[in-house]
């Protein structure tokens, strides 16, 4: 059974009728092609035009959808191989930051990301996808052996936060976020940092240091979500949609105001319509970028990248 | 014994602050509700002479507390947040600034400066809390990266006071980015080991204490102030239940080994130049 969104109810509407129709013609055994095919082209025209108009609380809506492509699926459906690691060596291993060596073709690389639950027992398991400070330290040293063998970094983006807990707070959540900012700037091979699903805050940015900062058609990345933006500057939790507009966290918003480097297209109709289809043109992404990046000695990437994140702001002299 | 000089005469904490004749205005202490002078309370660095609770002063105190005979050379004083996104909730971005610089007198929610510290070269940066909550947006990040860019230039110690509510959502990304520019820059000068120390004051929370807060060569609080990464509020609201005693104070994080140490801020200047001068 598909979820839609408030706004594909039309598209749902018609759908179903399609299936209705498909349903009667094979019981009565007659062709209905034509009027299926009309129908099927309407359908198409409309989720062009709704898709074509989206608002940025709608591309919210969509970064969230509950069949969108999370870390792992996009690990299983790009890589030929993928080997798990996991822990922080310190405290524990944190199920809402997966990492592992990964091969697309014969590229070996790590890739880290935070990983959200399908139901509701494995959304526990992943914390909502939230990291506790053993997620960015794990990531960390995952990066740091990437690193030390020679092989590049891909981060998959994909959270609501890093978690606001007590044990959190008391293993250093601040720390743990901030450290891997600092470090991340001096890793001598590339780095691809690519948001799949929610972008959100210092938990989003803790994996998000890049040589190339990519976002997803349908994704959104910024300082606060637009429900707790809407709590705090409007004192209620009414104005998210208001809120989404206020804080120009779309992908084109990004890219325009050059705080990431480019947005990767999704199939029509969203990326939980066609996981392969996604899957194929990041994994395509990741390979044209890796080979773009390599032409570049580590300490050009480093320059670059420091320099890159020191332009962003705009201030008034 | 956390600190202590060993001088001539045994040991000494040098802590000594004069006491002068009042000037007639008083202050109350907002935790122990205790009238002193407001001369002695500044005399005695802006700490309650009864309960020792640290008001929460901003720049204009840390520089006159920290550089000697208050002389200072500020570090892009002019430098004013823009609008780029045209940020509007309950008002305009800009009108919320225009109002703040009024009230405040200040530019934007931080000012450097360098100039000596007990004969020592020093870069400070220190945030005002009055300013919007302390909050970090393009003007705060440009401005510490700046600092930190002189402190590199110079190879003179780098001194961040932060004291912060986080980021300023009416810049949304562009704060957000702040948090990776401080640390680009934070990384340049760990390579060149030009020393950094961090002061976490209260309260220190957000994208502050998740960037360059908590970068530090040396971590260093206040008494009691307020350090997290997420909002007492907010943690309250996600584990459902009232927060222990003390959680997130400065001891709790010293406890849990986020912090070097914790120094009165009537020690501060000669904590910092003693610390200074066995890395020179
Ligand atoms: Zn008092």
Known sequence: ?????????????????????????????????????????????????????????????????????????????????????????????????????????????????????????????????????????????????????????VTLIDTPGAFPGLEAEERGQGEAIARNLKEMFMLKVPVICIVIGEGASGGALGIAIGDRVLMLENTWYSVISPESCSSILWRSWDYKEEAAEALKLTATDMKENRLVDGIIPEPLGGAHLDHEAMSIIIKRVITETLRDLSTLSPEQRIDQRIEKFCAMGVVIE | MSWFVRKEKGINTPTEMKREAPDGLWYQCPNCKKIMHTREHKLNAYTCAHCNYHDKVGSEAYFELLFDHNEFIELDPELRSGDPLRFIDTKPYPDRIRSTMLKTGLKDAVRAAHGKMNDLDIVVACMDFNFIGGSMGSVVGEKIARAIDHSLAHRQPFLMISRSGGAR??????????????????????????????????????????????????????????????????????????????????????????????????????KLTSLLTMLR
């Open chain 2, 169 to 270: 959502m009416m810049e949304a990304g562009l704060s957000l980015m702040q948090m990776a520019k401080t640390s680009a820059k934070l990384a340049l000068l760990s390579e060149a080991k030009v020393p950094y120390i961090s002061l976490l004051t209260d309260p220190t929370t957000g994208g502050v204490t998740a960037s360059y807060a908590m970068l530090g060569d040396f971590n260093i609080s206040e008494p009691q102030a307020l350090i997290g990464f997420a909002g007492p509020r907010v943690i309250r609201e996600t584990i459902g239940k009232d927060l222990p005693k003390g959680f997130q104070s400065a001891e709790f994080v010293l406890e849990h080994g986020f912090l070097d140490f914790i120094v009165d801020r009537k020690e501060l200047k000669d």
């Open chain 1, 1 to 153: 059974m598909r979820t839609y969104l408030d706004f594909e109810k039309p598209i749902a509407e018609l759908e179903s009728k399609l299936a209705e129709m498909k349903r009667l013609a094979e019981d009565n055994k007659v062709d209905v092609s034509a009027a299926t095919s009309s129908l099927e082209s309407s359908i198409e025209r409309l989720r062009k035009e709704i898709f074509e108009n989206l608002t940025r609380w709608q591309r919210v809506q969509l970064s969230r959808h509950p069949d969108r492509p999370y870390t792992l699926d996009y690990i299983q459906l790009m890589c030929d191989e993928f080997i798990e690691l996991h822990g922080d060596r310190q405290v524990r291993d944190d199920p809402a930051m997966i990492g592992g060596f990964a091969r697309i073709g014969d590229q070996s690389m790590m890739i880290i990301g935070q990983q959200k639950g399908r139901n509701t027992k494995q959304r526990q398991h992943r914390n909502f996808g939230m990291p506790n400070p053993e997620g960015y330290r794990k990531a960390l040293r995952l990066m740091k052996i990437a690193e030390k063998f020679n092989k590049p970094i």
